[in-house]
């Protein structure tokens, strides 16, 4: 648990992340029942990028602030309310501040969502439960993201989201742990949808996180992946991705969209980064 996510806050994988959980909840929003929103690592809800911590990487100046530095000129819808529903947090919380996963899950929420968020750690558990005091249709729970995921799936409305984005401490022992979790809560859910964050580091562990994904007999498997350095950089973080288990329908088509909006916009070298969607397995 020394993860803290005050050092990446607003990073290009940040960025794409919360596109692309924008463009998640949306699309699940076609139907006017009230859905069921987990967020299993939550983090604090609102990092302020002045902090030493933030200042100490500086991930976010070739992230947030690198995307915004040029006019967002045919942007995909996602991403423009990405950028409106940052301007409104820091209109709120301060313009250095940059927010979270929860609170991007719950300002593209509705009136009849529900919002539930976990987080291990008691001092970023405070944080998030602080924020959102008062807000009736937000849970803040400090526990365990799979004991959470176990206590909540399914849900009674039968319809929803499970947001996984862990810290990935140790990589390798991460991609194992989290297949087979992800695996077990599948069984449990089968219809709800999962999007897992993972980092491109390393290829070996890459494919075969891949691999073992295949091999979990989940049909419903798209991958959406930016580099923002080539495969195969000498670098700590060179891509971010997301696997999305039984993504909505037209979820892939604007994912793609998305991506391919986001990779020269945020790309170490021009031309050098990559952008793809493909499905892992499919059964349609
Ligand atoms: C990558 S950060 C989350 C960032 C957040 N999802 C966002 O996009 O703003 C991972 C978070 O998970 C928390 N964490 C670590 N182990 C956990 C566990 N077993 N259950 C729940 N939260 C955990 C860490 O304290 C950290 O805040």
């Given at each position: 648990?020394?993860?803290?996510?005050?050092?990446?806050?607003?990073?290009?994988?940040?960025v794409?992340k919360?596109?692309?959980?924008i463009e998640l909840?949306?699309?699940l929003?076609n139907?006017?029942?009230?859905?069921?929103?987990i967020?299993?690592y939550a983090g604090?809800g609102i990092?302020?990028?002045g902090?030493e911590?933030?200042r100490?990487?500086?991930?976010?100046?070739s992230?947030?602030?690198?995307?915004l530095?040029?006019p967002?000129?045919?942007a995909?819808?996602a991403?423009?309310k990405?950028a409106?529903?940052?301007?409104a947090?820091?209109?709120?919380?301060g313009?250095?501040?940059?927010?979270?996963s929860?609170w991007f899950?719950?300002?593209?929420s509705r009136?009849?969502?529900?919002v539930?968020?976990?987080?291990?750690?008691?001092?970023e558990?405070?944080?998030?439960h602080?924020l959102f005091?008062?807000?009736n249709?937000v849970?803040?729970?400090q526990?365990d993201a799979?004991?959470?995921?176990?206590a909540m799936?399914p849900p009674p409305?039968?319809r929803?989201l499970?947001?996984i984005?862990?810290?990935?401490?140790?990589?390798?022992r991460?991609?194992?742990?989290?297949?087979?979790r992800?695996?077990a809560?599948?069984?449990r859910w089968?219809?709800g949808?999962y999007a897992?964050?993972?980092?491109i580091?390393n290829t070996e562990a890459?494919v075969l996180?891949?691999?073992k994904m295949r091999r979990?007999?989940?049909a419903?498997?798209l991958?959406?992946?930016l580099?923002?350095?080539?495969?195969?950089?000498?670098m700590g973080?060179?891509?971010?991705?997301?696997?999305v288990?039984?993504?909505p329908?037209?979820?892939?088509?604007a994912a793609?969209?998305?991506?391919?909006y986001?990779k020269?916009?945020l790309e170490?070298i021009?031309?050098?980064g990559?952008?793809?969607?493909r499905?892992?397995?499919?059964?349609?």
């Amino acid at each position: 648990m020394n993860y803290r996510h005050a050092y990446h806050a607003g990073n290009f994988a940040d960025v794409v992340k919360h596109v692309l959980l924008i463009e998640l909840v949306t699309q699940l929003q076609n139907k006017d029942k009230g859905l069921a929103l987990i967020d299993a690592y939550a983090g604090r809800g609102i990092y302020n990028l002045g902090s030493e911590q933030a200042r100490k990487t500086a991930e976010a100046d070739s992230g947030v602030t690198k995307l915004l530095s040029a006019p967002l000129t045919d942007a995909p819808e996602a991403v423009e309310k990405y950028a409106a529903l940052l301007a409104a947090c820091r209109a709120q919380h301060g313009q250095k501040t940059y927010p979270g996963s929860p609170w991007f899950m719950l300002e593209a929420s509705r009136e009849q969502d529900q919002v539930q968020a976990f987080e291990k750690h008691p001092e970023e558990h405070s944080y998030l439960h602080y924020l959102f005091e008062g807000v009736n249709r937000v849970g803040v729970h400090q526990r365990d993201a799979w004991e959470g995921i176990g206590a909540m799936t399914p849900p009674p409305t039968k319809r929803g989201l499970v947001f996984i984005d862990p810290p990935f401490e140790s990589e390798h022992r991460d991609f194992t742990a989290l297949v087979e979790r992800v695996t077990a809560a599948h069984k449990r859910w089968s219809t709800g949808v999962y999007a897992l964050w993972y980092p491109i580091k390393n290829t070996e562990a890459h494919v075969l996180f891949e691999k073992k994904m295949r091999r979990t007999g989940i049909a419903n498997l798209l991958l959406v992946e930016l580099g923002a350095y080539p495969k195969d950089s000498p670098m700590g973080l060179s891509g971010t991705g997301l696997v999305v288990i039984n993504p909505p329908w037209k979820f892939s088509d604007a994912a793609d969209k998305i991506v391919q909006y986001l990779k020269p916009r945020l790309e170490a070298i021009p031309g050098q980064g990559y952008a793809s969607v493909r499905w892992l397995k499919s059964d349609g």
